[in-house]
């Protein structure tokens, strides 16, 4: 049973560029989470996909964006690159439903993450 | 607002009990306790969860408070590969998950 798993691992990107990032849920769930997680710091809610749209979004400007597909999969972009947005962006997963606290047995699952260095 | 209160670091001898505060007084009622730990450079990992009771799992235990005010996860026999950071986390609602700076545990052999 594959667990969340995300692509590229690690890239390099230029300030003013554009990049995605790519995400497979654990298998079974439905609801796909990003998250920014900058060196040092603890990891920072983005925004949540459920049927392919966002339900909820953190604290964070409208040059990030996202993407969900019919099969659960899902990406998340970053246009006009700065340098602060250099960080770990995790993926993560779960069987949670927009709206619910969560409760046992639906725990979320996160994947490695993707490291973006911006120069 | 994480609602969560951890020491910054902790240090613990390779093969002894690793026992790891969390301070979570505001919590509510109905909010489960969750632990995770990101070992450097990799995703946050599941270790355990409960709302009342003690829980036990493969990787470690978890002892609530009565007051369901703290809790204190357990590693029993600490190895160098448990060396992360650890993570509480009482507030999860839509997938949001609120972490704190969590507790850095350094195994030492």
């Known amino acids: 049973d594959a667990g969340v798993t995300q692509s590229p691992t690690h890239l390099i990107k230029t300030r003013g560029q554009q990049v995605t990032l790519r995400c497979s849920p654990k298998?079974?769930?439905?609801?796909v989470s990003w998250y920014q997680q900058a060196l040092g710091q603890g990891p920072q809610f983005i925004f949540q996909?459920?049927?392919?749209?966002?339900?909820q979004r953190g604290n964070f400007p409208d040059r990030f964006s996202g993407h969900q597909y019919p099969n659960y999969s899902s990406e998340l972009n970053v246009n006009a690159l700065l340098l602060g947005d250099s960080a770990l962006y995790l993926c993560?997963?779960?069987?949670?439903?927009?709206?619910?606290?969560?409760?046992?047995?639906?725990?979320?699952?996160f994947g490695e993450g993707s490291w973006l260095t911006v120069v | 607002d994480a609602k969560t209160t951890q020491p910054p670091s902790m240090d613990c001898a390779e093969g002894r009990a690793a026992n790891l505060p969390c301070n979570h007084s505001?919590?509510?009622?109905?909010?489960?306790v969750y632990w995770y730990r990101q070992i450097h450079s990799q995703g946050p990992q599941y270790i355990i969860h409960?709302?009342?009771n003690n829980e036990t799992n493969e990787m470690a235990s978890l002892i609530i408070t009565e007051d369901r005010k703290s809790s204190t996860l357990i590693l029993p026999h600490a190895t160098l590969r448990d060396t992360a950071v650890y993570y509480c986390?009482?507030?999860?609602?839509?997938?949001?998950?609120?972490f704190g700076a969590g507790t850095r545990l350094t195994v030492k052999p």
């Open positions: 298998s079974g769930h439905d609801t």
């Open positions: 409960g709302l009342k």
């Open positions: 996909y459920y049927e392919e749209e966002e339900r």
């Open positions: 993560a997963s779960s069987k949670l439903r927009p709206g619910q606290t969560l409760r046992s047995g639906n725990t979320i699952y």
């Open positions: 986390i009482v507030r999860v609602y839509n997938n949001d998950m609120r």
């Open positions: 505001t919590i509510s009622g109905n909010e489960y």
